[in-house]
């Protein structure tokens, strides 16, 4: 039986929807992600406890987050609403999907 963390989840969107769900979503996601940064950072702080690099693959909203920042129709509405900030945490992470994310709004 496989766990979340063997599976390769990679989630594709038409520019349509990107910028569709970007645009209802992308300040609650960016809010949703920067806040699990502030939880483990809190945890880090308090407990002691290290985080472990891989384990923000699992949530399915940085998943999301990555999914969205993959499309210049999104990535507009992502900087303006905490998505650079989230997904540049979530590159820092080694999250490749983001990094590529980050290379493209270098790039543009």
Do not use: W
């Amino acid at each position: 039986m496989n766990s979340r963390n063997d599976i390769d989840v990679k989630v594709m969107l038409s520019p349509s929807e990107a910028q569709v769900i970007s645009t209802g979503l992308a300040k609650k996601l960016s809010s949703i992600v920067l806040d699990h940064f502030m939880h483990n950072a809190e945890r880090e702080h308090v407990f002691g406890e290290i985080s472990d690099c891989e384990a923000i693959e699992r949530y399915p909203e940085i998943t999301l987050l990555c999914a969205l920042a993959s499309s210049k129709e999104a990535m507009a509405q992502l900087c303006d609403s905490g998505g650079l900030e989230a997904l540049s945490l979530v590159a820092g992470k080694r999250e490749l999907s983001a990094i590529a994310a980050l290379l493209e709004v270098r790039l543009s």
